[in-house]
């Protein structure tokens, strides 16, 4: 039994309303969903693209198992000849046993990585289902409690970490004084609102002051917010659509506020997957600006000759945050922002949008009983950084970077690890003009 196995195990008996789980599967089973659950041939390829399947060989995290809770009751309800198979005694009730049994492989055994996808004959999007499956399970009473607490602290205080208006200004202030950078916060009208995530502002800080130095040095018309300025939703990430909704509107309230035309999700992938993706869904309206990743628009300032940046020696390799490399469509952005910094650039295998996850996207880093699998996935990362012999590997994502950092100290690993925002924004060529190049 794995430490989240026994940690669930452990835990007091909970009341669970099987019925408005299966309620919950029925209402979100659309025909979209319908087709996938139709589509699985049970060939069991994604198994071999699934790190938590990779590490331990344990057959109920082949990915396809992660659709058998919905398939159920699909089954039972809504399939063609579902009344047929009810009559027959073919198509039993979701169980409440089987509600406890697959708590752990919908919450801490999926990071939505999307890599089951790229291999599926049928390209069924795993990570979509795992989405809405998580819904159905927190309708009838379960979920991890810290990946809800994280949910609820986003919705009553701000942000996860509980980055609330008051510490954002403070934590703003010092940055600004300590590394005598202008970061904009409030800042009545702008072109683009630049969001944070708390894992950021709050164990990372010199990613904000990097970002800030690098749009000042572009001449972007740029500010936080205070209405609405951190970037992660756990609201979707806990199967709290209403949290998810909430912490969306805030932030495209802030946005009409400024008259932004540009929303910048900063270093963290599934920040960028859901607003940029889904935010228009959940928001139920479309999203009245563009949303960029911080990658995305620092490469389009390179672009345009509006940043330049000296070269470094030291040998590295990147680590694509699967939201916003596979699923997300930055893959090449970040290697031309480290293309003329990285004079020695390895490549891992595999890479780009065929790379393995960290293990801790998709809310899994929030998870306690999920530390022991996170850092044997951690071990498929160490072999690859290894096999490029690179010192350094940059990753663009805080969230991976944390999951990273808390493995590497659980397992002795002293590879080096860093932000691709930090560290371009310590070789920004200050002495090149902000101006754009001249058209030729
Ligand atoms: S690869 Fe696709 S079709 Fe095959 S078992 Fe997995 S989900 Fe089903
Ligand atoms: S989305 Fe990623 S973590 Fe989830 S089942 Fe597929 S490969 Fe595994």
């Not at 000849?81 to 009810?86: C, M, T």
């Not at 880093?365 to 951690?378: D, N, P, T």
């Not at 924004?425 to 101006?435: E, F, I, K, R, Y």
Request: charged residues 25%; glycine residues 8%; aromatic residues 6%.
């Amino acid at each position: 039994m794995t430490s989240a196995a026994s940690a669930i195990a452990d835990a007091p008996a909970r009341s669970i309303n099987v019925q408005a789980a299966v309620d919950k599967f029925n209402a979100l089973t659309n025909a979209h969903i319908a087709s996938y659950l139709d589509a699985c041939v049970h060939c069991g390829q994604c198994a071999q693209a699934c790190h938590f399947h990779e590490v331990t060989r344990d057959p109920r995290r082949v990915p396809a198992m992660k659709l058998a809770p919905i398939t159920k009751v699909y089954r039972r309800h809504k399939a063609p000849f579902a009344g047929l198979r009810r009559t027959l005694g073919l198509a039993p009730e979701l169980s409440r046993k089987d509600l406890e049994e697959w708590e752990e492989l919908i919450f801490d055994s999926c990071t939505m990585c999307g890599r089951c996808t790229v291999v599926c004959p049928m390209a069924i999007d795993i990570a979509s289902v795992v989405a809405l499956s998580r819904q159905a399970f927190v309708a009838a009473g379960l979920g991890p409690p810290d990946l809800l607490q994280a949910a609820d602290n986003a919705r009553d205080r701000g942000s996860p970490l509980g980055v609330t208006r008051e510490v954002l200004k403070d934590r703003v202030e010092w940055l600004a004084d300590e590394h005598e950078t202008e970061i904009r916060l409030d800042k009545p009208k702008a072109d683009v609102l630049l969001l944070i995530s708390s894992i950021e502002l709050m164990k990372y800080p010199r990613s904000v002051v990097a970002m800030a130095k690098l749009l000042n040095h572009a001449g972007v018309d740029w500010t936080l917010s205070s209405r609405g300025y951190e970037s992660t939703n756990f609201g979707f990430l806990a199967g709290k659509p209403d949290v998810a909704r909430t912490l969306i509107a805030r932030i495209t309230e802030a946005a009409e506020a400024l008259g932004a035309r540009t929303v910048i999700v900063p270093e963290c992938g599934h920040a960028f997957g859901v607003l940029r993706w889904s935010g228009a869904n959940i928001l139920g309206r479309p999203l009245p600006y563009e949303v960029r990743h911080i990658t995305e628009f620092l490469a389009q300032h390179k672009r345009d000759g509006r940043l330049r940046f000296k070269p470094i020696d030291t040998s590295m390799t990147y680590h694509d945050p699967c939201q916003i490399s596979r699923r997300g469509g930055a893959t090449a952005d970040a290697r031309y922002l480290l293309d003329g910094v990285a004079s020695d650039f390895r490549e891992m295998t595999p890479t780009g949008n065929y790379n393995w996850c960290c293990g801790g996207g998709g809310g899994v880093q929030a998870l306690g009983r999920a530390a022991e699998v996170r850092h044997e996935v951690f071990r498929i990362k160490m072999r690859q950084v290894s096999e490029t012999g690179a010192a350094m590997m940059v990753s663009a994502c805080s969230n991976c970077r944390l999951t990273m950092d808390e493995s590497k100290a659980a397992l002795g690993w002293d590879g080096e690890l860093e932000s691709l925002v930090e560290l371009l924004a310590v070789h920004l060529d200050d002495t090149a003009s902000s101006a754009p190049r001249p058209a030729r």
